[in-house]
């Protein structure tokens, strides 16, 4: 079924709880126009990995479910998917932590990225060599073992096993995670290209705000499983609450996103 | 003196290809390991299942050598699939240990299936090749040594090279590799963990029967070859649970040196520690090198 609608992904109000007990999102909604860059912000333990787990039906490896609300990927539901069907279907997901196949070469983690696809020998190669144009830094270090590959190395290496895949949609969770300024300047680069050349739709999970925004077209705040806050990237930018909150630039310390919407409210009353 | 080192030479070949035959079992135990990272407790069993399977095609359906080989091997196919449809994918979430236990069972019920069908009584396996010394070697190069070694010792040699190729240069090897590595990550690139799952206890299941035809021909084919399976857990402990070529050394090492050791110090203990000489063995690598001789490495962080 072909979907005409502009959005690429469109949650509406998931809850997801794990074991049963613990519940991780109450209320996240979010939409991903198709060819877009979607960030989703906030700090540890907010709820961006459970959302991008959810959406790529990874939860269920980790007895994680959702238990309300609804999730269409290309006009389709996901309930019923599993995660190499999401693959299939052009969905892939970057996980925290870049999970590289440590005893593989870098060239093998890559192919990898291709085992959903049927694909010859020589159209391997023709995909790797583009592959490579965008991680000129990878073709280098093609025959090393992955585990002996630096963390932005590693990052890299995630990233383009998933575009080997050949995604409509990559969900990218926290790639610059322990990275080096310039790393990770450089992972938003490319991050940027595939978004450009590919017309890869991104939604992508960070802690580092700014650059994140920078990056993005749009972005979501979420904080204890709740969108606090949307808006297209530059408006967050310049938003004072996110500055203050998310930026650091504050004369006070640090607070929450409730916190501030608790002021704010007292303030109305007493206005 | 040269007597004497030919003596030597004579147990130590013997013991390797003894011991090859103890790798071919360890094998099936790798393979297993290294995709769901479980020791497969039902090793033993599926030795006892397919080759109690096999003797069964030949000789109450009388169906010849090869025929019954391939129908054997299908048949392993099929406990595969039943396993990772009946038993692994119910259990995908669940912990290593809940894993391990349910192959425990699946021991308990593949035993008692053979028996059921195939009957208690041991049964005899000529495979062609007599457990004697093979003559030409022994007048040129005057070592006694078994023709049932030496075939042992070659169907080791083919099964590793074809275990080493497939993972090496296939797709569905580079699969379980990846999957050895980091199941969440290859799952998240669309790696179907049930295929590999299926792949891999498949091989395991006739690479159970190829060891149990070993076996068999040289103990009969009886319930003694559950137990003897474990052997391999010594073997997998010196070589490490997750290297092929560790299972293929470590059946080396384990074969030669309880052979040395029953013929040089036995004697002092009043005879008979081949029986349990490896796991004194395996004892000083669980201290000195747990992760054996050719395993991964193990990394915690502290």
Redesign the interface.
């Known amino acids: 079924m072909s979907n005409n609608s502009i959005n690429i992904l469109d949650i509406k109000n998931i809850e997801v709880m794990y074991d049963n007990v613990i519940l991780a999102l109450h209320d996240v909604s979010l939409k991903v126009p198709k060819g877009k860059v979607v960030a989703l912000l906030g700090a540890n333990g907010a709820g961006k990995s459970t959302t991008l787990k959810a959406v790529s039906t990874m939860l269920a490896s980790e007895r994680g479910k959702v238990t309300k609300g609804s999730i269409d990927y290309d006009g389709n539901s996901i309930e019923k998917q599993n995660p190499s069907q999401m693959v299939g279907l052009g969905m892939v997901q970057v996980l925290e932590g870049r999970r590289c196949f440590g005893h593989l070469t870098v060239e093998e983690n890559i192919i990898s990225g291709a085992y959903s696809r049927k694909l010859s020998k020589g159209d391997i190669d023709q995909e790797l060599e583009k592959i490579y144009s965008y991680f000129l830094r990878l073709k280098e270090r093609r025959k090393s073992q992955a585990a002996f590959t630096s963390g932005g190395e590693q990052q890299m290496i995630a990233v383009a096993r998933a575009m080997m895949a050949k995604p409509k949609m990559l969900l990218l969770d926290e790639p610059t995670m322990g990275l080096a300024p310039q790393l990770v300047a450089e992972i938003f680069n490319i991050v940027k290209e595939l978004n450009q050349k590919e017309g890869v739709s991104i939604l992508l999970a960070e802690q580092n705000t700014n650059i994140a925004l920078k990056n993005s077209d749009y972005g979501y705040i979420i904080e204890t499983g709740k969108v606090m806050l949307e808006g297209t990237a530059e408006s967050l930018l310049n938003n004072d609450k996110v500055k203050e909150l998310y930026l650091g630039i504050s004369k006070k310390g640090r607070k929450n996103f409730r916190d501030v919407l608790k002021e704010e409210s007292l303030n109305k009353k007493i206005n | 003196m040269a007597n004497e080192l030919l003596f030597f030479m004579e147990v130590l070949v013997g013991g390797l290809l003894a011991g090859t035959m103890y790798s071919l079992v360890a094998l099936g135990f790798v393979l297993i390991f290294k995709a769901s990272a479980t020791f497969n407790f039902s090793q033993g069993a599926m030795v006892f299942f397919s080759v109690l399977a096999f003797c069964g095609f030949m000789q109450d359906f009388n169906i010849p050598f090869v025929l019954a080989f391939i129908l054997a091997a299908f048949l392993m196919v099929v406990v595969g699939l039943c396993t990772e449809r009946l038993v692994l994918r119910p259990l995908?979430?669940a912990s290593e240990d809940t894993v391990l236990m349910a192959t425990i069972g699946l021991g308990y019920v593949l035993e008692g299936l053979a028996q059921a069908a195939w009957g208690v009584e041991v049964r005899r396996l000529d495979l062609g090749i007599g457990d004697f010394p093979v003559p030409w070697i022994a007048d040129n190069l005057k070592l006694f040594i078994s023709a049932l070694d030496i075939t042992a010792g070659l169907v080791a040699a083919i099964m590793i090279i074809g275990l080493f190729l497939l993972f090496k240069y296939t797709?569905i090897g580079?699969?379980l590799?990846?999957v050895?590595?980091?199941a969440?990550?290859?799952?998240?690139?669309?790696?179907?963990l049930k295929h590999i799952m299926l792949l891999v206890w498949s091989a395991a299941g006739v690479v159970a029967l190829v060891a149990g035809m070993m076996w068999g021909a040289r103990a009969g084919v009886q319930f003694a070859l559950v137990d003897l399976a474990l052997k391999a857990l010594p073997v997998l402990i010196i070589g490490g649970f997750s290297s092929i070529p560790g299972a293929i050394i470590g059946g080396l090492i384990i074969g030669a040196v309880e052979k040395i050791l029953e013929v040089y110090i036995g004697p002092f203990f009043g005879g008979a520690i081949e029986g349990w000489a490896p796991y004194v063995l395996a004892i000083f690598f669980l201290l000195y090198r747990p992760e054996g001789l050719f395993g991964?490495k193990i990394i915690r962080r502290v």
């Open positions: 995908m979430n797709k580079l699969g590799r990846a050895a590595d980091d969440g990550a290859a799952s998240s690139i669309g790696i179907p991964e």
